[in-house]
């Protein structure tokens, strides 16, 4: 067996007794010689994950607000992890350090950061291996995105010199500025998942582990479906369409590095480690047999902006010129269904703050459409499937069922790849629809 990269997301480190359950996991397979944890997540459900601690002290200092009180939470928490898993290490001196440069000023994404260096230190020390800072081996060019092949190619000559190591997850060095100096930068929120990739693609290990608080990816989120059921083996194409679509388990984004060298990736239960977990791969077999979904998620806030102007269809560079107002005022869009005179472009709110009104307007007097209609609150939902092109009868099942609970479906979009797709409904019908889509393909 080849090495093996485990990363350990937030609720797997989040005190000394889950960290116990994690040095069991590593130190009873041998193959895993590169350890990415997150920062120590939420113990239960009213508690605070350490990030949000960290960015909320970053915001009392912007707004010079004192943030002691918050900062001994963080502290507190530390040194707890640090005595009860009877540790020598001097994390205090750590904390001292990263507290002296959050009051002085530290930016937004070292402050953040800290959560996953200090966790970092801890392990590496609990488990005797050699502690890499990512900020060494992790570059971010200057539009923001990792500069893949200067990573790697860290990656590969640093790990060389290292046979067993911590790498913290969530954060490298950017360049943005462009002047070669470096700042700590992070990833997007639960990005130690694309840590864990980048670090499996480099030192080209047989499978990345992703050890988390679920027995692998569930055909839907477990907070709206009751005990769905776990999925086997799926594609990173799949994959990728429901991770994107809200079915976090693992960051969307983490699949590429991996994907291109064909490294798999295993999701599997910090707390079941008996469970077999998810398996994800370049191919798999089609689920053919009648019906079969590989999953559904879904996510809330979107806006539906819908365009209908006559003979649009014959008119040249109408698109275009709908997609360029979206891109002058910097807005992205997340699909564009359309029909013969129809345009719709689903966005997501974030995207439109603050814009909205000022968007219909300038499509009203570009366009000149017959009618602009705007539907808010809602929510886009995908089923998702390699087998879906090769079983006749999903969408009618899918929309049966939908109809059956009498839940208005907005927006109806096929990817063209065929392995998915997606309906916008009102957000107060999200729950009951993605529950009702389950339970149609789900016996
Ligand atoms: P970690 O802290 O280990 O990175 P996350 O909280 O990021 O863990 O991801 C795990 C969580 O993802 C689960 O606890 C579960 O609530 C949620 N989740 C949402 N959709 C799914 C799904 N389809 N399958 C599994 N988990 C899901
Ligand atoms: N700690 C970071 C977050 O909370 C990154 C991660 O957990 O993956 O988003
Ligand atoms: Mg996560």
Redesign the pocket.
């Known amino acids: 067996m080849g090495i093996k990269v485990a990363k350990f997301?937030?609720?797997?480190l989040a005190n000394a007794e889950q960290i116990k359950k994690v040095q069991n996991i590593i130190e009873n397979d041998s193959n895993i010689k590169y350890v990415v944890p997150?920062a120590p997540?939420k113990r239960n459900k009213d508690d605070n994950k350490i990030t949000d601690l960290l960015y909320l002290c970053h915001a009392h200092v912007k707004n010079e607000i004192p943030f002691d009180d918050v900062f001994k939470i963080i502290h507190d928490r530390y040194i707890s992890i640090v005595r009860e898993l009877g540790l020598n290490i001097n994390i205090e001196k750590y904390l001292d350090e990263v507290k002296k440069n959050i009051e002085n000023g530290a930016s937004k994404d070292y402050t953040a950061s800290r959560g996953e260096y200090l966790n970092g230190l801890i392990i590496a020390e609990l488990l005797g291996f050699d502690f890499v800072d990512p900020a060494d081996i992790i570059f971010f060019d200057k539009n923001g995105r990792v500069d893949m092949n200067k990573t790697i190619s860290a990656v590969r000559s640093v790990m060389k010199k290292h046979e067993k190591a911590v790498i913290p997850g969530f954060y490298g060095t950017s360049n943005e500025d462009g002047s070669g100096e470096g700042k700590v930068k992070t990833f997007p929120r639960?990005g130690?998942?694309i840590t864990g990739a980048i670090i499996a693609r480099g030192v080209n290990a047989e499978i990345y582990e992703n050890w988390?608080?679920?027995s692998g990816?569930?055909?839907?989120?477990?907070?709206i479906v009751k005990d769905?059921k776990p999925i086997d083996t799926i594609t990173y194409r799949e994959l990728r369409e429901?991770a994107y679509m809200?079915?976090?388990?693992l960051h969307d984004e983490a699949i590429f590095p991996v994907r291109e060298v064909g490294i798999p990736i295993k999701i599997k239960n910090t707390n079941k480690p008996e469970d077999p977990g998810t398996l994800i791969v370049q191919d798999a077999a089609p689920i053919t047999h009648s019906g079969t979904i590989t999953?559904v998620?879904g996510k809330k806030d979107f806006t539906v902006i819908m365009v209908e102007k006559a003979l649009m269809n014959k008119e040249l560079g109408y698109g275009r010129r709908l997609l360029s107002i979206l891109e002058a005022n910097g807005i992205s869009f997340e699909h564009m269904p359309s029909g013969i005179d129809t345009i719709s472009l689903v966005i997501a709110d974030s995207e439109l703050e603050g814009k909205l009104d000022k968007v219909i307007m300038e499509i009203k007097s570009e366009c000149n459409p017959d009618t602009v209609e705007v539907y808010p609150n809602m929510a886009l939902i995908a089923t998702v499937g390699r087998g879906m092109a090769y079983t006749p009868g999903i969408a009618g099942r899918l929309f049966s069922a939908l109809g059956n609970e009498g839940i208005n479906v907005r927006m109806i979009d096929q990817g063209s790849s065929e392995i998915n797709i997606i309906i916008g409904v009102e957000i107060e019908d999200f729950e009951r629809a993605i529950r009702a889509i389950y339970k149609a393909f789900v016996k």
């Open positions: 997301g937030g609720t797997s997150s997540g639960g130690s998942d988390t608080d679920v990816l569930l055909m839907a989120d477990p907070k769905p429901l809200g079915a976090n388990v999953g998620a």
